[in-house]
């Protein structure tokens, strides 16, 4: 029995042996910059999308990622792979809002406050964010949303009145809006020095979710959270354009059913980690509650303006996306 199983494992050894050799002649390896903790479930699921990719391909793509903002820093990689530095990555999108405001569509506060409103609402703007993308020489290949946004603090906050002059972390220019419309200080940082920046004092509140907060270890730092669902933002992995068009039709589908297939289980696992994550934070000593009714309203008001705003900014197009996501 022993000895059978022995040159089983050796034979499944060489036959892994010849899948390998036949196919690393021809295969073709693409490093992925992403931005967020390895053990955080955007990272698993670029790993799951890479796996797929190589199965799907026989073997012909061979996708390596580097999370954390090893190989890029989050705020480096849009330009990275729209220069072709590396050709595919994964970016907190509505980052770049400031230079291209469709792409603020998913940071609308109180628009889609839930997974299935989310999904409808990037129903709603997915081709037109894919032509915006198109302009800067990307393509999408899946997004994946975060849980709802809300406000983390080192005190009790109960409206506006106790954030006035508060050093607040913001990841884009939708969050830093918000922040100065509650008269406090923004000041842009990325997830990964998140930590450091409220180590050092730079920020004493953020808005997220819970899994930012999870990641990070905001409890050695900040006492509260407010929930609010304001948003549920998402990141994408994309592809620089000119090396999506030079793939041959097979490896191209083969890509595109990864990312399907590994979009839909990130946004399930997304939905199925956003209590868990709560639960996280009170396990670690925070307090976590919904927000105040007067806070609410005056998020709500300040929401109202936002959403306003980026209609103006982005025109026709905006209004056509509320247009389509009111008539779902
Ligand atoms: N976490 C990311 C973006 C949204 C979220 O929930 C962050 O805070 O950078």
Redo the contacts with the bound molecule.
Sequence with gaps: MKQYKISMTTMAAAAALLVISATSASAEEWDMPMAYAATNYHSEHGVIFADKVREYTGGELDITTHPGGSLFKGDEIKRAVQTGQAPIGER?MSAHANEAPLLGWDNLPFLATTYEENEKLWQAAKEKVNAQLADLNLVALYTCP??G?GFYFNKEVNSSADTQGVKFRS?NSATATFAKELGMLPVQV??AELSQALATGVAES?I??G??GYDRKVWEHLSHYYKVNAWL?RNYVIVNKDVYEGLSDDIRSALHRAADETGADCAAESARLANWYFEQLEGNGMIVQDAGSAFLKELKAIGAKMQDEWLEMVGADGQAIIDAYDKM
Excluded: C, V
């Design positions: 907190f975060w849980p946004q990841y990325e997830a953020f997220s979710s899994s930012t933002p």
